[in-house]
C-alpha cells in the first residue's frame, strides 16, 4: 500500500505456500478500478519471477518480506544493479519480566502459541524471568500450554492450528531437539500430536534453557515453541537480551512504567514495547542486524518507496 500511495506500480510476487491473500489484494484492484498494469500480482511455484525481480534493471526497489537467509539471497541479487532495499526479516525477541511482573510471564507463553501457531517474526519467544523463579514460572507456563486445544481452523473450539508445511515440523522437531542436546529441558509438548494424524501440527512447547547460548535461543524457529530463561539481574538479563543475532522487537514488563521504559532503552532492538505491544500506521517498523534494512509503515515507511529529485533552473 506505501508504494501505491507514493505513487509506484508493484509487481507482487507471494510465497508459493501462501497465494490466496495476495489475490485478494487483485481482487480489491480491480474492483476499485486501479488501472491496468498498476498492481500485478505473479504466482509462481519456483524461484524465476522472484530472481528476476531481484536482478532485473528495470526494477527499482525491492522489498522482502521472509527470512534472513532469504533477505541476504535478495541483498545480493539486487547489489548487481544497486537497487534500494526494503527487508522485513526474521526475529528473535526478548521478553523481560522484571521481578514484580513475573507472574506475567506464563501469559506470554500461551500468546506465543494462540499466535499463527507461533508463526510471527515479532512473537517474544525468549522470555526471561528471574532465576529464582524459573521453575515455579515453567511449571505454569507449561500448565496453561498443555490445556490448549489444537486442530484444524473449522473447529470453533481450536485455539492452536498447524504451522504452513512438514518442513516447518521438521525445524520445530530439530530445534526442540538440539535445545535438549545441549542441557534445556522439555516442559510441554515438544512433538506432533498423537491425536492429529493429518496436516501439519506441532504441539504448543514450552522449553526450559540452561543459558542463552542454546540453540532454541539464537535461532528462528517459527512455531509454537517459548523458551524460558532465568537472569540474576536485570544487567544479566539486558546482556543476554541482546546477545543476538537479531533485532526486530523486544519487550518488557513491569508494575513501574518508567523502571521498565529504563530498560527497555538498553535493549537494541527495532521496536521495543513497555507493558504490551503497539502497530499503527503511524508508527515506523523495522529491524536491525540480521532483522533487516529500511522501516514499514509511517513516514519512515512511506520514504522507502519514493525518490528524491532536486531541481536547479536558472533563467
Known amino acids: 500500500m506505501p508504494a501505491l500511495i507514493a505513487g509506484d506500480s508493484v509487481i507482487l510476487r507471494p510465497n508459493p505456500l501462501t497465494p490466496l491473500s495476495s489475490m485478494a489484494f487483485a481482487q480489491a484492484a480491480e474492483a476499485v478500478g486501479l488501472p491496468p498494469g498498476v498492481l500485478n500480482v ?10 528476476c525481480l531481484t536482478t532485473h534493471p528495470a526494477v527499482d526497489l ?6 534472513s537467509a532469504v533477505g541476504v539471497q535478495v541483498a545480493v541479487q539486487a547489489a548487481a544493479t544497486l537497487k534500494r532495499v526494503q527487508l522485513e526479516l526474521g526475529g528473535k525477541s526478548a521478553q523481560i519480566f522484571l521481578p514484580d511482573a513475573a507472574d506475567k510471564a506464563p501469559a506470554a507463553a500461551v500468546s506465543i502459541c494462540t499466535a499463527h501457531a507461533g508463526q510471527g517474526c515479532v512473537l517474544g519467544t525468549r522470555i526471561f524471568v528471574p532465576e529464582a523463579r524459573k521453575t515455579e514460572l515453567v511449571e505454569k507456563a507449561a500448565a496453561a500450554v498443555a490445556a490448549l486445544r489444537q486442530g484444524y481452523a473449522n473447529d470453533p473450539d481450536t485455539q492452536v492450528g498447524p504451522v504452513i508445511s512438514a518442513n516447518q515440523v521438521a525445524r520445530c522437531e530439530h530445534f526442540v531437539r538440539l535445545a535438549v542436546d545441549h542441557g534445556g529441558q522439555v516442559a510441554a509438548g515438544g512433538k506432533r500430536p498423537a491425536h492429529l494424524d493429518r496436516g501439519y501440527f506441532f504441539e504448543p512447547t514450552v522449553l526450559d534453557l540452561p543459558d542463552n547460548s542454546n540453540p532454541a535461543a539464537q535461532e528462528e524457529i517459527f512455531g509454537p515453541v517459548a523458551s524460558f530463561i532465568g537472569y540474576r ?42 507493558n504490551g505491544a503497539l502497530s499503527s500506521t503511524f508508527a515506523p517498523f523495522g529491524g536491525i542486524k540480521a532483522s533487516g534494512v529500511g522501516h514499514e509503515r509511517g513516514i519512515e515507511g512511506m520514504r522507502m518507496f519514493q525518490r528524491l529529485t532536486v531541481f536547479s533552473v536558472t533563467k
Open 42 to 51: 505473479v504466482l509462481e511455484a519456483g524461484v524465476e519471477g522472484a530472481q
Open 62 to 67: 525491492v522489498t522482502f518480506t521472509g527470512s
Open 233 to 274: 539481574d536485570i544487567d544479566h538479563a539486558i546482556e543476554m537480551a541482546n546477545d543476538s543475532n537479531y533485532g526486530l522487537s523486544g519487550y518488557v514488563f513491569g508494575n513501574d512504567a518508567d523502571v521498565a521504559f529504563a530498560v527497555a532503552q538498553r535493549v537494541k532492538s527495532g521496536a521495543v514495547h513497555v
